[in-house]
């Protein structure tokens, strides 16, 4: 290593090669991909692993299934995982395989060590093992009625052999001690509880070797035995900071986090591989972070059940549906992935919620925010000076540099879902901003001083939203940065200052402005248009009751019965909740993308906020008036009504079907 000083070292897994790469996959190298741009950023020099797991015996078995030699065959699923993570703009520093010969005498130092210590030692292995798992499992983590991992399902074969374990037992209070010496170490807490409770059942010594010669990584000096793949496959991380005879080796060891879904974090990331590195007597990475799963329909994607989609065709879906570039529609796959997955828990990948994230966050919202200033006719052409002594800009600029410190805040627990809500609400104040000052109104009256200190707060609050998604969506942070005129939105190494307010030089000519995403149009072929927006009374304290202020005779005529012609006109459907956010400014205001059958996606705002987190409902089935007249309640347009209740408390209850139901359904 040419640096001297410590590295940013961040991993992924590496991927075993028994199938191809998918969404799954993809959301962790993505996080990891977006965390090494943010670090870049900040000057941190981040160095970024990735790469496969070639070693396993399943892999041996796929390989004998596809007709090929083991070699052959993870050379050519290695190299497709190489061409997706370069598809979707994944910049790693190394993609690393650990059929390398430098992984093969790491790995064989690592257990010449421990024998040699006595952490490895002999004896004899009876119990289950699945190839599936590629993990040893007790008699308790199995239903004897099915021969299969009651966690997981995967089938399981009764193992008796002589063998070598590794003392993992030894280690168990030392790793307590060390997570709770160290609250940040395993994230999120749900997981690190989990690990707490693992350690606490007592850590059973491990199976470390099987006896069988051919592929894999084989004992020093017993060739007809191969390492077992997780003791082998953890070292890699170990293996690519050079050590233990390269001198640099310090500059990427401790790693500073590990990423990965969480099947492979209690047991072997956050447990078995910690107690291999206090057996080496070296230092424990940083930190060690697990999302959930991705569900389709309910349950587990996997590429095992073929209910998993590639990123490829995900995109290419995107593309037909939007007609923007290929590139745009890969920032918006990694905008959702990096959006939507969970950590304490799983999220549902869904086409319908991808379309509703690119509709509502990024053409509505932030592809749309520049063209609203850079397209007026009133923009110059060339960003404004902002008068010193004018003040019309506090507003916004606070909301900035809050935001800054609530993105910085996510992203030190890894949370790209929080740090991308921050930065939204950069791009919601920019809007309520615009609404506020009403730049048009200014221009018509000739106050041109006033129209150029509004279109600067307005841009520069642009620049530094551009700045924080940059390293989830960095073609879209270019283009954003191009329409601004600034020649590179995300300079390396000076955070600080282009976090700052005032970057934006003015004077600077601007670029030719455009939506940077197409809008899609979700509807069907023969679904009306909505109709054009009317001025509507709205109560903004309560949006699901919203009336239309009446006319003196229909006050004269009122009554509290109503003609069945009347509720005859009230269309009353079920609907999904496909993504819920809070409203900048508003309190008690979310707003809702949701699906009123197939094809209907649209808009509305509902007065729930403080009954229910925004997190909690994508998911959910409700009840909407689907033909209410739309209004536009703080600038957010509501096409649609839901239902509630109200507690003795005062709080909203959403009125939904207690049995399952199609979205669009009639409710009578």
């Avoid at 233990?244 to 591989?273: C, N, Q, Y």
């Avoid at 916004?396 to 410190?405: F, G, H, I, K, P």
């Avoid at 987190?613 to 089935?621: I, V």
Wanted: net charge negative.
């Amino acid at each position: 290593m040419p640096d001297s000083k410590k590295r940013y070292y961040i991993t992924t897994p590496i991927y075993y090669v028994n199938g191809e790469p998918h969404v799954g996959t993809a959301t962790t190298t993505v996080l990891a991909d977006a965390t090494t741009r943010y670090r870049r950023l900040r000057g941190d020099n981040p160095y970024f692993l990735t790469g496969t797991d070639e070693n396993a015996r399943k892999v041996t078995e796929a390989a004998q299934k596809a007709g090929q030699d083991p070699q052959t065959f993870v050379d050519a699923v290695s190299l497709r995982f190489v061409e997706t993570w370069k598809f979707l703009k994944c910049d790693y520093d190394v993609f690393f395989r650990t059929t390398e010969e430098r992984h093969r005498q790491v790995v064989q130092a690592v257990f010449e060590r421990l024998r040699a210590s006595g952490d490895i030692y002999t004896g004899t292995y009876e119990g289950w093992y699945s190839v599936t798992d590629e993990t040893f499992f007790r008699d308790s983590d199995v239903d004897a009625a099915t021969g299969r991992v009651i966690e997981t399902g995967a089938a399981v074969e009764r193992v008796s052999e002589d063998t070598y374990f590794f003392r993992l037992s030894a280690y168990g209070e030392r790793l307590k001690a060390h997570i709770l010496a160290n609250p940040d170490f395993l994230q999120p807490d749900t997981r690190r509880n989990e690990v707490l409770a693992f350690i606490d059942q007592g850590l059973r010594d491990l199976n470390i070797t099987q006896n069988r010669s051919g592929w894999g990584i084989e004992v020093p000096g017993e060739p007809n035995r191969i390492i077992y793949v997780w003791f082998d496959a953890l070292i890699n991380y170990l293996t690519e900071s050079g050590w233990p005879d390269s001198p640099d080796w310090r500059t990427l060891w401790p790693a500073d986090v590990h990423l990965m879904g969480k099947e492979i974090f209690t047991r072997f990331h956050a447990t078995l591989w910690p107690a291999m590195l206090i057996a080496l007597g070296l230092p424990l990475p940083q930190h060690v972070v697990a999302h959930g799963w991705w569900l389709i329909g309910g349950e587990k994607g996997a590429k095992s059940k073929g209910n998993i989609p590639a990123p490829q065709d995900v995109v290419a879906m995107l593309q037909e549906r939007s007609g923007a570039p290929q590139e745009i529609c890969v920032d918006a796959l990694r905008y959702y992935l990096l959006r939507d997955i969970q950590f304490s828990s799983d999220a549902e990948f869904s086409p319908d919620i991808l379309l509703a994230r690119y509709n509502a966050d990024l053409a509505n919202d932030l592809g749309n925010v520049l063209n609203r200033v850079l397209g007026a006719n009133f923009f110059p052409g060339t960003i404004p000076t902002p008068r010193a002594d004018r003040n019309i800009t506090a507003k916004l600029r606070e909301t900035a540099e809050t935001s800054v410190r609530d993105y910085e805040a996510a992203l030190e627990r890894f949370d790209w879902g929080a740090a991308l809500a921050a930065a939204w609400r950069i791009v919601g104040g920019v809007n309520d901003f615009l609404q506020e000052t009403a730049p048009w109104k200014l221009a018509k009256a000739g106050d041109t001083e006033a129209v150029g200190d509004v279109l600067y707060g307005a841009l520069e609050a642009t620049r530094i939203a551009a700045l924080l998604v940059a390293p989830a969506m960095p073609s879209a942070a270019a283009e954003m940065g191009r329409q601004l005129g600034v020649a590179d939105i995300a300079a390396e190494g000076g955070w600080a200052e282009a976090t700052r307010w005032g970057g934006l030089a003015p004077g600077t000519p601007a670029g030719a402005s455009s939506p940077i995403f197409p809008r899609i149009d979700t509807r069907t072929a023969n679904q009306a248009a909505p109709k054009k927006e009317m001025q509507k009374t709205v109560n903004p304290t309560n949006p699901t009751f919203s009336p239309i202020a009446p006319t003196e005779s229909a006050t004269s005529q009122a009554s509290d019965t109503i003609t069945i012609d009347d509720f005859a006109r009230v269309q009353l459907r079920i609907a999904d909740i496909l993504t819920a956010e809070r409203i900048q400014g508003a309190k008690k205001l979310l707003r809702l993308q949701i699906r009123v059958g197939d094809g209907d996606e649209r808009q509305l705002v509902a007065g729930i906020a403080e009954s229910y987190a925004p997190e909690d409902l994508p998911g959910k089935k409700i009840v909407v008036v689907a033909n209410l007249q739309p209004a536009t309640i703080r600038g957010v347009q509501s096409q649609g009504m839901l239902l509630a209740a109200t507690d003795e408390a005062g709080r909203a209850i959403l009125l939904a079907p207690d049995t399952p139901v199609a979205a669009g359904s009639k409710v009578k």
